[in-house]
């Protein structure tokens, strides 16, 4: 899947700054620390940010772009924040099985967004996710800690405007 | 030298120890076919062409990045090896936009040629084919990723060669694309426009945006006067679009193909070369009597000053203020000439062939308009003047040598040699050191400055002046002398920067060669040997001795660095930052 540029504004910290700028003083001379800075740097913003790839690069003396590509080959980076309601989708075997692909798309289509990205205006994440562990509910999601199982697509856009 | 002994296709060699399988049989005459391979800059075994048998080793392996060791019996041409390259040239063709009949690389495409000799089958393989997009975003170069093949030369180019990384490879699997970070428009990155990646290129994803057909309906104008000046190093590589060998000179022969194409002027850039010396030769003094800002650093490079822009923002008032000599001659021409020969400049049409692309994006700067309209319309590279010549059914081979035309045909060899690193510094040199010492120089070569290393240095004492001067070619070069040079840490005077290694005759806007030649030809050497030669059988090598530039100041500018002089010779620079 081609990781989608977010537009919605960055938020950090000067907490976070500092933070960064010391994860980054500590490991930049270390033969291969972008990736463990590029983790640490996601545990502070929650992602990865254009503006904390474009200081990554400044300081370990790297270009933007070979920075960005690590950042956009590895699945468990995120270039878009999570939303307010993070929403994951079962696609697991058993969900799968029992339709969950059709309500990703229901998902995908009632927030005008696909998984992996965030509503423009922060509130909603969009993710797929392997088993969490409920097969017997299947199709699952959750939002952030509630569950909702045996799931049609026409379920979606109710269970939606209950957080909108 | 210590050697191994190896056996490649059944034959004994002996060859050097630290080779590669690649290396190794090309000392044994046999070329093993590569895409991804770029000597020094790229070498990662992606693209599984050059595939070999060795005996012993499990599989086949790549020979571009596999040692040489004693004993080794190596197999270049076995059915497997032959299938197994096939195969992998099918695999790249089956997520390949495969419209090659229009395709500005056809011909000169390396994947073309393989899969001509390889017998593919090109719907072997059917499938999706991946998302990609033309990114047209820049007023000098088209990326179309569905002709992209992911070698990763041009990204090799831009960040190993060149290190700018302006684009990198993106997302992964069969998403993988080459692309600017966060997906940006090439415009709105710090790409300097220097070509390399266009040069580098195997396919017809990469190529200049081409400027032909405006210079074409220009010519069917019959409104329009329509003039071109070529570069000093296009007589040396265009020869190079009509097969003869790499460091051919072919000036007369490209002269009378530009009057076949109906220009109704064709004339010699080594003018203007010499007009910039004596600019910047007069600057360079008056920065050292005044006390200016130094080291002052050249300005004929469009794709360097961009990267000064961009990289070294708090640099830029070290920056020659003159155009480029390409900016001047547009803008004497639409000035100077216009009203000597009573042409309204808005009817001049006026064209430049330069060995460059960054070119292209420097026509379209500001403060570049000294008669009011822009000093050159459109500027083309080697390439494209190749192209217009061959589809206007012109025989070049079979062309007499023509001479430049009048007034502007008068150049001088040191204005020639502006073509390769080091020969602005050179030219620029003959002129301050005489005005200094205040006679003429008995030896006029400053060989210090000559040659295709990436930084040169060298001190000249003229009389009871000391001038410290430094020569980079290629940004990765200009970094790490201006970082020097930032830091206190080197003190130089004077400074000769381009953009591309080795100059304009490696520029991005020359003909394409294909890896084969690339990685065993040094084409900066054997296209640079045409210019000093010139310069060598030269009677006039002085700049400032140019009669024509002479005429110029006595006519027109008045003296060197003079107001009007500024007003039409020089111009501003923006700070970019990244």
């Not at chain 2, 060998?245 to 010699?268: C, Q, S, W």
């Not at chain 2, 360079?284 to 000053?305: H, K, Y």
């Amino acid at each position: 899947m081609k990781k989608k540029q977010t537009t919605i504004p960055f938020k950090g910290t000067q907490a976070q700054e500092e933070k960064l700028e010391n994860l980054i003083a500590k490991n930049k001379d270390v033969p291969g620390a972008l990736l463990p800075i590029l983790q640490g740097a996601q545990e502070i913003y929650g992602y990865l940010p254009k503006e904390v790839i474009r200081i990554i690069a400044l300081r370990m003396d790297k270009s933007i772009s070979e920075v960005y590509g690590v950042a956009s080959f590895y699945s468990q980076f995120n270039l878009s924040p999570k939303g307010e309601y993070a929403i994951s989708i079962c696609l697991g075997t058993a969900c799968y099985v029992k339709g969950s692909g059709k309500i990703m798309e229901e998902f995908e289509k009632e927030l005008g967004i696909s998984s992996g990205e965030t509503t423009p205006d922060g509130k909603f994440s969009l993710n797929d996710t392997r088993c969490i562990g409920a097969c017997g509910l299947a199709p699952v999601c959750m939002i952030n800690s509630d569950v909702y199982g045996r799931l049609v697509p026409a379920d979606v856009k109710k269970i939606l405007d209950k957080y909108r | 030298m210590e050697t191994v002994n190896i056996k490649i296709n059944g034959r004994a060699y002996s060859v050097p120890k630290d080779s590669t399988v690649l290396e190794a049989a090309r000392y044994a005459g046999v070329e093993i076919p590569t895409l991804c391979y770029l000597k020094d800059i790229n070498e990662i075994g992606a693209c599984r062409i050059c595939l070999v048998e060795v005996v012993g080793a499990r599989g086949l392996v790549t020979a571009c990045v596999y040692p040489v060791n004693e004993g080794m019996e190596i197999y270049t041409n076995t059915p497997k090896v032959r299938e197994s390259r096939r195969m992998n040239l099918e695999l790249l063709l089956s997520a390949h936009n495969k419209q090659c009949l229009s395709c500005v690389r056809s011909t000169s495409c390396e994947l073309q040629k393989l899969c001509h000799e390889y017998g593919v089958d090109e719907t072997h393989f059917r499938g999706a084919m991946p998302e990609s997009s033309v990114d047209e975003s820049t007023a000098f170069l088209v990326r179309d990723n569905s002709k992209c093949i992911l070698c990763r030369r041009c990204v090799a180019a831009c960040r190993n060669l060149q290190e700018i990384g302006a684009i990198g490879t993106n997302d992964r699997g069969f998403d993988t694309h080459i692309a600017a970070a966060f997906e940006k428009n090439l415009a709105d990155t710090s790409c300097v426009g220097c070509g390399q990646c266009i040069v580098a290129c195997p396919t017809g994803a990469l190529h200049e945006k081409d400027d032909t057909q405006r210079v074409l309906d220009a010519l069917a104008d019959p409104t329009k006067h329509v003039a071109i000046c070529t570069a000093p190093s296009i007589r040396a590589t265009i020869g190079e679009c009509f097969d003869y060998a790499p460091g051919t000179d072919v000036e007369g022969k490209m002269v009378a193909a530009l009057k076949r194409l109906g220009f109704n002027g064709v004339y010699d850039m080594n003018l203007t070369a010499d007009l910039t010396i004596v600019e910047e030769a007069t600057e360079l003094l008056e920065r050292f009597q005044n006390g200016g800002v130094l080291p002052m650093i050249t300005s004929c490079s469009p794709g360097w000053i961009k990267f000064c822009e961009h990289y070294f923002p708090d640099m830029t008032e070290n920056l020659s203020t003159c155009k480029s000599p390409q900016q001047m001659f547009g803008a004497m021409y639409k000035t100077y000439y216009a009203q000597k020969m009573g042409i309204d400049p808005k009817d001049i049409f006026f064209v430049s062939a330069i060995p460059c692309t960054a070119k292209k994006f420097e026509v379209t700067r500001p403060d570049q308009s000294a008669a009011g309209v822009p000093d050159v319309d459109v500027a083309i590279t080697t390439r494209e003047l190749g192209r217009l010549i061959k589809t206007a059914g012109i025989k070049f081979r079979e062309l007499p040598d023509e001479k430049f035309d009048a007034p502007f045909d008068i150049g001088s060899s040191a204005g020639a040699i502006f073509g390769a690193t080091g020969g602005v510094m050179e030219a620029a040199l003959r002129m301050a050191a005489e005005v200094i010492l205040g006679k003429k120089l008995e030896k006029l070569d400053f060989e210090d400055v000559r040659g295709i290393a990436g930084i040169k240095r060298a001190t000249y004492k003229l009389g009871d002046k000391v001038v410290r001067v430094a020569v980079a070619s290629g940004t990765s070069n200009a970094k790490k002398l201006l970082n020097a040079v930032r830091s206190g840490e080197e003190k130089v005077d004077f400074i000769e920067i381009m953009c591309c290694p080795g100059g304009c005759v490696n520029g991005g806007g020359q003909p394409t060669q294909p890896a084969s030649v690339r990685n065993t030809i040094n084409l900066r050497e054997v296209r640079a040997a045409v210019l000093y030669n010139d310069d060598r059988n030269a009677d006039l090598r002085r700049s400032h001795e140019n009669p024509a530039v002479d005429i110029i100041y006595k006519e027109y500018l008045g003296k060197p660095g003079s107001h009007k002089a500024h007003e039409i010779l020089h111009t501003s620079y923006v700070k970019r930052g990244l």
